[in-house]
């Protein structure tokens, strides 16, 4: 386990390193993504950054704060609802126009809700869709721009900040979880979280020079992800996120965290030693989990990933 001092001295030679690496960030209008920026960009130099989401207006006060602590920094906001995998494709289309390599794909985009199933126009749940669709949306459209950054023996990495460790029971026979039956806050967190990783591993397998890293934050103080948790809900989750403060890390902690994963070297230099992740909210390895062990065995992974693509090509089209 990397120590908090390893991790700062690691992100603190950052500007050692070569200058303007770009890179996306899905979510980081609030939270972890947000703070997770803030980090990047005062740790590097010259550094692009694609700020996507729905709130302009933090948009903007983020992109001051970043500004006034790095005047080196180009930021650019695309104002977008994530939920809607279009919208992803026309988000990535307008990235690509201006880009040729991508160094660093960060998401962490989702929240959390009791409603029950709320579908888009794309008949996804709008908490899935951000969780995992859209998410890997982003990865497979971006593939090109990490790969030419692989290419030039650069930083190449994906991130997905969700709950590495924590897999379990996929509903192979749902994997979107429509039956209303099978859709709850748990179920479609450990959905998404073992699809990831199952996702992951194979783009990994496909895609050697690039890393696939899936992260488990843990317990983080003040990030906003309860606001969706309604009325009652939400005050008790922050009620007991406060109960367990000797076990929990600030937000600012967390975002040089996971500036580490994003970053180090240890996790891929590029070029064709890379491979897929999966961290605690510590940095270690997040070990042996019996659901994922059993999934990777019996095929679930390719049945994971052909539903993916299959999701893609029935909301978006086939690629030509």
Known sequence: MPSLQQVRQS???LKDGPPGLVVVMAGATSGIGEATCKALVRHTRRPTVYI???NRARANATIAELQRSNPSATVHFIASDL???KNVDEVCRQIAEKEAKINLLFTSTGFLSMKGRDETSERLDKMFSLTYYS???FVTNLLPL???AAEAKELARVVSVLGAGTEGKIFTDDLALRNEANYNLRNCATQAISMTSLAFEHLAAAHPAVSFVHVSPGVVRDTGIMSGMGRFAGPIFKFLTTLAAPFNISL???AERHLYAATSVEL???GGDAKAFRLTWNGEPAGANAAFE????DGTGKLVWDHTEQVFDEVCGKAE
Do not use: D, H, I, W
């Not at 059993?294 to 065995?297: F, H, P």
């Open 11 to 13: 992100n603190s030679k």
């Open 268 to 270: 891929g230099r590029g």
């Open 52 to 54: 996507v989401g729905r």
């Open 146 to 148: 990490l790969q030419a």
């Open 252 to 254: 600012r902690e967390s």
């Open 294 to 297: 059993k999934c990777m065995k």
């Open 83 to 85: 939920t809607l995998l």
């Open 135 to 137: 998410r890997l949306r």
